[in-house]
């Protein structure tokens, strides 16, 4: 008996050989080679102890159970998660897997998820547990903060005063949750008479650092006050904080331009129960000096539904700069365009936005409410430099 298999699984080898000559022995990826290099790239920013991803996915043994698993969520494209849809908008931090990459990891899958040999696995990328824009100059931390029991939506209110004796420009920062599983997002603004609030950084499942392209920083003018705007869900147990902390870097030479935001947002929402395509513009921005864009950061709660960004040119031709087609408040992303897109004097920004508040949205909490402004909201944030400015050379503003 043990003999006959031997002899069958000869056969086979040689059917094989001729049916399929060369491909099939050296082309089988493995997981040290072949996919390896992918999830390091791709996944274990988030897979990994510490991190929000539901499992590790760093080491061979800790892929091979999720292989399946694995194969759909990167054959659906919801991993990495990632909002916008092509071909609208060039993006830098843009996640996503090439087509090549999909069909390594699905072939992988199909024979049998070999693990190869050991020499051939790259090394694990060096992310430190600490700060992905690499070691801050300073760390501010909003302290404990008691979290009420409710099972969702616990909203935080925190105040940092800085005590910068000076203007700062910050060119990179970060925020860090002091607990992620019960934290949904924590937003970063400056408040400030001057310049009045503007958002510097977001941790969201998906969010995190934000560096600045050289020359351009935020400003972050003396004496203003940080506010942490923290979304919790407790899960129905009352939870204390151990603390939101937010890793700054400022600019070493001067600065050329200042990111500032600005929104196309709208206050006026009043859903109505069951509406499955409520619809409302953002107030347009008008660009009021030759400007170029360089971020989108769109916010809408559960009951978003899609969300677009637009430009129209002084002489009305439209340009779509964005396209969401299905939100998910879940993944809050910066959208950083991979060229910044120039905006002319008396161009405009415009965002349209969806709702959803039916049962047929997985997310709605209640779909027999009537929604307002304060639970739904259209935040859709941006950033652009003025062209002009050049602050090294004092002409300013
Ligand atoms: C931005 C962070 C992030 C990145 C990057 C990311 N994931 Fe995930 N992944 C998550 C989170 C959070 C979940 C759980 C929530 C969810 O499913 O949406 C998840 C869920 C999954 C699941 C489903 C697990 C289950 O319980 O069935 C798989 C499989 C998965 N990810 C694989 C991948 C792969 C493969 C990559 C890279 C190609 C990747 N992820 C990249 C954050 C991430």
Request: hydrophobic share 40%.
């Amino acid at each position: 008996m043990p003999l006959r298999l031997v002899g069958l699984g000869v056969v086979t080898v040689a059917v094989l050989a001729t049916s399929r000559p060369a491909m099939a022995a050296d082309a089988a990826p493995t997981f040290t080679k072949d996919v390896a290099p992918i999830l390091f790239e791709k996944c274990v920013s988030c897979h990994r102890t510490g991190e929000m991803g539901p499992m590790p996915l760093t080491s061979f043994a800790e892929a091979r159970p999720w292989v399946r698993a694995i194969r759909a969520a990167v054959s659906a494209r919801v991993m990495p998660p990632w909002l916008s849809d092509d071909p609208v908008g060039t993006f830098s931090n843009d996640p996503r897997l090439t087509d090549s990459q999909i069909a390594t990891i699905q072939r992988w899958a199909d024979l049998g998820s070999p693990e190869g040999p050991v020499r051939d696995l790259p090394t694990l990328p060096a992310l430190a547990d600490g700060w992905r824009m690499g070691t801050p100059d300073v760390v501010l931390d909003g302290g404990a903060f008691t979290v009420a029991a409710q099972p969702r939506s616990v909203y935080g209110d925190i105040d940092i005063a800085t005590t910068f004796r000076e203007d700062r420009y910050i060119t990179s920062a970060e925020v860090r949750p002091g607990n992620k599983a019960y934290t949904h997002h924590a937003n970063v603004l400056v408040k400030d008479d001057a310049i009045g609030q503007a958002r510097i950084a977001s941790y969201s499942p998906g969010g995190g650092a934000k560096t600045y392209p050289a020359g351009v920083a935020k400003l972050l003018p003396k004496g203003a006050t940080l506010n942490l705007d923290m979304h919790y869900n407790p899960g129905g147990q009352s939870r204390v904080d151990p603390g939101t902390r937010i890793a700054l870097s400022f600019a070493k030479r001067q600065v050329r331009q200042i990111a500032i935001t600005a929104q196309s947002s709208n206050n006026q929402i009043d859903i109505p129960a069951g509406e499955a395509n409520y619809e409302r513009v953002g107030r347009p921005f008008e660009f009021k000096e030759d400007s170029h864009i360089l971020t989108f950061n769109p916010r809408m709660n559960e009951r978003g539904k899609d969300i677009r960004y637009t430009l129209v040119y002084p002489d009305g031709t439209r340009k779509q700069l964005l396209s969401i087609p299905k939100w998910n408040y879940g993944w809050v992303f910066s959208y950083v365009l991979a060229e910044p897109v120039a905006a002319p004097r008396g161009s405009r920004l415009e965002a349209v936005a969806h709702w959803d508040n039916s049962a047929a949205n997985k997310f709605n909490p209640d779909p027999t409410a009537r929604v307002p402004f304060g639970p739904e909201i259209l935040n859709a944030y941006f950033e652009y430099t003025i062209d002009a400015q050049d602050l090294t050379r004092n002409t300013q503003n």
